[in-house]
């Protein structure tokens, strides 16, 4: 909370700005390009960052492949996740979120503008239209962040068990999968202090359609947790 406050204070004289710009591109979402109001969103995101006293250490950018319409697959640690996405992630993407999220003041505009899709997990039905439309959009060369936990983490570097389902649009694209490794991201919002931090970002080999056809969703989710997993027992001390 700490932190967040700090940003605030640190960040107030251009969020008035930003907050009629948003307002303005929802309210004109039709008119403009999803790749217009994802630069904004990414401009805005990355003046964040820098104002954030957080060090962030991005690694194997040359491992993203060249053809758009893949999927990213990073363990989620909370609020940081996203912004060190949209930090390290130079190309657009989209992502599935929680319907929750929608709602809270402020971030659910942005990802209106962002036209995330919004999954209800009660609603069987709804989320399949989700899921059906994720994997046009990837097959169609938009690549998508998925989080395979579902939900965030609250043990620090370790995991809950990566959902086989979350891998199902991917899978029908035929697209490459990338494991991205988050370490210390927790650390940004979780200890509530505005002293400097390191957060680290790996992105990982890509796995490709070849390589994971003859595996079910279940096998796909354990071995990316397992990509994962090793990357983080290599590297969670290095900073």
Known sequence: MKRILFLIIRLLY?????????????????ETTFEERFDFGQKMIRKINSKSRVRIHSFGQENLPAEQGYLIAPNHQGL???LILFETHDKPFKAIVKKELMSVFVLGNVLKMLQFEAMD???????????KKA????????????????????QQNQMLEFKGGTFKTVIDAKKPIVPVALIDCYKVFDNNTIAPVDAQIHYLKPIFYDEYKDMNSTEIAHYVQECI?????????RF
């Open 121 to 131: 997990r009660e609603n069987l039905r709804a989320s399949m239209k989700v899921i």
């Open 80 to 82: 940081f996740d996203a």
């Open 14 to 30: 251009r969020i008035p700005g930003w907050l009629l710009k948003i307002r303005s591109y929802n309210k004109h979402i039709d």
């Open 229 to 237: 997993e090793k990357c983080i027992a290599e590297n969670e001390n």
């Open 135 to 154: 994997t046009q959009e990837m097959s169609e060369g938009r690549n998508y962040v998925i989080f395979p936990e579902g939900t965030r983490c609250r």
